[in-house]
């Protein structure tokens, strides 16, 4: 028997039910905050994803599902959103443009990681983009959109949030923390060597415990800042707090993704286990200009679907729409042709086959009907339809041209 691929899940009911209630939810949201729907291809040229999440990322490096297409080019299935966006968008010449843009996306990304609760090889993100707005407000907009959708789910949340600094005052504190990584070299895990090299201040989230216990001592990038991020830090916390929303300052918050500068920030639920982290994002204001665009700064951030399916609190199911029945075959051309009717504006269960009384009340109740309508013997006769409101718990027969 062929198994769907580790990793990659199929979606039924109930959790299906979820997804579209969270699309739902999150999509009414970002137009409330005049965003749009974008959608790329899935499958992008791999040199896309090495140029802006970055050779050295674990993404990159290790995850990717990469071939060579059968006209010999290098693709990918994207690992996340943001890249093909910013692809979209030079590619449209609306860098050249100028003035605001506002996206909102969804779908599945691919990453080849060692499966585990949270953590699949094919999920589903909802993503935003925005391009054109230098101001830290923006990334507090941002910010306040996210804690809107998880609100509107009934959505704990921790929020960590950090600065990465710019192209002004990152290389020095580069340079300082490798300076740091050097003298203590021989304390440092594999992994952080091999990070020094390639992208130093991966090595801040390093798992390892010992090397956590060893960072606590590196020089902090906040204290490092250059006078316009500093300002820019302090602008966004005050932001956040006028709007009430809780935050931590996580000095070591460095995301995976090697195009963010200035604002990183994560959401973490501590009810879903190790993969806590239901969403990031952060301001990436090179990526544009990496990718041959004409420099334009930019925010956003993607949710992680599959993590936030089991914490999502569904609206209380409420009656709705009709149950259709009949009481012998004769009518069943009847309810067919009435069934047709009603689907143009309502949700319609039609049984085919003839039942009593009885039993099309209960078939209205397990499909959750509002209306049960029946036809039997006399309504047939009479030309009508026999309908019970099975929330107001009345009945009445009315003419079946009239239903
Ligand atoms: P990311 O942090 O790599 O950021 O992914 C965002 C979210 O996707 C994570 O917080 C997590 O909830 C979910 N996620 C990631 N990997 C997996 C996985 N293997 N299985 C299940 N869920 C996963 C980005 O992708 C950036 N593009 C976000 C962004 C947009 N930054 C700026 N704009």
Known sequence: MIQSLRGMNDMFSPDAERYEYFIETATTIAKRYGFTFFEAPILEETALFKRSVGESSDIVGKEMYQFIDKGENDVCLRPEGTAGVVRAFIQKKMDKQGGI?????????????RPQKGRLRQFHQFGIESFGVASVVEDATLIMMLVDILDALGIGYKLEINSLGDQNCMPD???????????????????????KATNPIRVLDCKNSSCQALYAEAPKLMQNLCEGCDTDFQQLKSLLEDSKINYEVNTHLVRGLDYYSKTAFEFVSDEIGAQSAIAGGGRYDRLVEFLDGKATPAVGFAMGIER?????????????????????????????????????????????????FKNHLKGADKVNARFCAIIGENERNDGTIWIKDLELKEEKTIDLNTF
């Open 101 to 113: 843009h506002r996206f909102f996306y969804h779908g599945p990304m691919f990453r080849y990681e």
């Open 173 to 195: 504190y580069r340079n300082k923390l490798v300076s740091f990584l050097d003298a203590h070299e021989s304390e440092i895990c594999e992994d952080c060597k091999r990070r």
């Open 308 to 356: 936030l399916l089991e914490l999502i609190k569904m609206p209380e199911t409420k009656r709705e729409g009709y149950y259709i029945g009949t009481m012998d075959d004769e009518g069943l051309p009847l309810i067919m042709k009435a069934a047709q009717v009603k689907r143009k504006s309502d949700k319609v269960t039609v049984e085919y086959k003839s039942k009593n």
